[in-house]
Nanobody, 119 residues
């Protein structure tokens, strides 16, 4: 299974910016979709943004215009640039790999990185 390691989380004031990175243990070129999800305390994990092997992106309505997802196949990394952060963005952010091979779907998650937006 692919291993995913997130980094870049921390404490930031409202309106500030953070850049999260996800490092994968295998070529992300082989992974159909890479993404970022988040889970706030007591709430369901939700999709933040995804990017396909064809560089097609998708964003949750709540982060459109503020977050940007990107991938670097050479480095096997997927980044999430976050700007204009709001307190409601506070959550544990998880990197996700979603792929299908031979009729079997594989989903892997990183351990997560905490993002706290507070004044």
């Amino acid at each position: 299974q692919v291993q995913l390691v997130e980094s870049g989380g921390g404490l930031v004031q409202p309106g500030g910016s953070l850049r999260l990175s996800c490092a994968a243990s295998e070529d992300i070129f082989t992974i159909n979709t890479m993404g970022w999800y988040r889970q706030a305390p007591g709430k369901q994990r939700e999709l933040v943004a995804t990017i396909t092997s064809g560089y097609s992106t998708n964003y949750a309505d709540s982060v459109k215009g503020r977050f940007t997802i990107s991938r670097d196949n050479a480095k096997n990394t997927v980044d999430l640039e976050m700007s204009s952060l709001k307190p409601e963005d506070t959550a544990v952010y998880y990197c996700n790999a979603d792929r299908q091979r031979g009729g079997v779907r594989y989903i892997n998650w990183g351990q997560g990185t905490q993002v706290t937006v507070s004044s």
